[in-house]
Antibody, heavy 121, light 110 residues
Framework: QVQLQESGPGLVKPSQTVSLTCTVSGDSISSGTYFWNWIRQPAGKGLEWIGRIYTTGRTNYNPSLKSRVTISGDTSKNQFSLKLTSVTAADTAVYYC?????????????WGQGALVTVSS | QTVVTQEPSFSVSPGGTVILTCGLSSGSVSTANYPGWYQQSPGQAPRTLIYSTNTRSSGVPDRFSGSILGNKAALTITGAQADDECDYYCVLYMGSGIYVFGTGTKVTVL
């Protein structure tokens, strides 16, 4: 069974950079069968797609976040990561990683449980 | 900026039917947007219900169905049950590898 587990600092100060990691078990991020996504949700609000990475390293980003986001993969650790720069209180959210079936557009079949990131001084 | 709109809330009686919709701020939703639907209970990660407009994910009861109604994507819940009381989100593919989630609908069963 596939499992995705997010990890991150929990608390970060405004203007700093937050880095989150998604550790994948039960599958390989280098398999070529999936995209690996980041999605976030501020408390009491809706979901926001952040971006994704494919096996080849190809990435796609939400245009509204593109200037501040980098998604990368580490096949040796079977992890992929999100880096978000110049954070503000508006970036406070639960961050989810999710697997997307590459052959089926829009099918996010497995999700992590989420990691809360709070931006506060 | 593209906005994907959903009804903020809906109430349905147990055993009743409710249709949630997912529209675009400009333009129509079509199968080319590969509409998907996700169910989320409080404090939980989203659960996939429907992908590619009308394909149910594994284990999803057949009382959940997806379609295109007019210029919107739709999720129909037939025979609503108490544990269907959740938030529901649609997601649309906008091309060039970009997705946009809808604003979400809170469904109450009473």
């Amino acid at each position: 069974q596939v499992q995705l587990q997010e990890s991150g600092p929990g608390l970060v100060k405004p203007s700093q950079t937050v880095s989150l990691t998604c550790t994948v078990s039960g599958d390989s991020i280098s398999s070529g069968t999936y995209f690996w996504n980041w999605i976030r949700q501020p408390a009491g609000k809706g979901l926001e797609w952040i971006g994704r990475i494919y096996t080849t390293g190809r990435t796609n980003y939400n245009p509204s976040l593109k200037s501040r986001v980098t998604i990368s993969g580490d096949t040796s650790k079977n992890q992929f990561s999100l880096k978000l720069t110049s954070v503000t209180a508006a970036d406070t959210a639960v961050y989810y990683c999710a697997r997307e079936v590459a052959a089926i557009t829009g099918f996010f079949d497995w999700w992590g449980q989420g990691a809360l990131v709070t931006v506060s001084s | 900026q593209t906005v994907v709109t959903q009804e903020p809330s809906f109430s349905v009686s147990p055993g009743g039917t409710v249709i949630l919709t997912c529209g675009l701020s400009s333009g129509s939703v079509s199968t080319a947007n590969y509409p998907g639907w996700y169910q989320q209970s409080p404090g939980q990660a989203p659960r996939t219900l429907i992908y590619s407009t009308n394909t149910r994910s594994s284990g999803v009861p057949d009382r959940f169905s997806g379609s295109i109604l007019g210029n919107k994507a739709a999720l129909t819940i037939t025979g609503a049950q108490a544990d269907d009381e959740c938030d529901y989100y649609c997601v649309l593919y906008m091309g060039s590898g970009i997705y946009v989630f809808g604003t979400g609908t809170k469904v109450t069963v009473l």
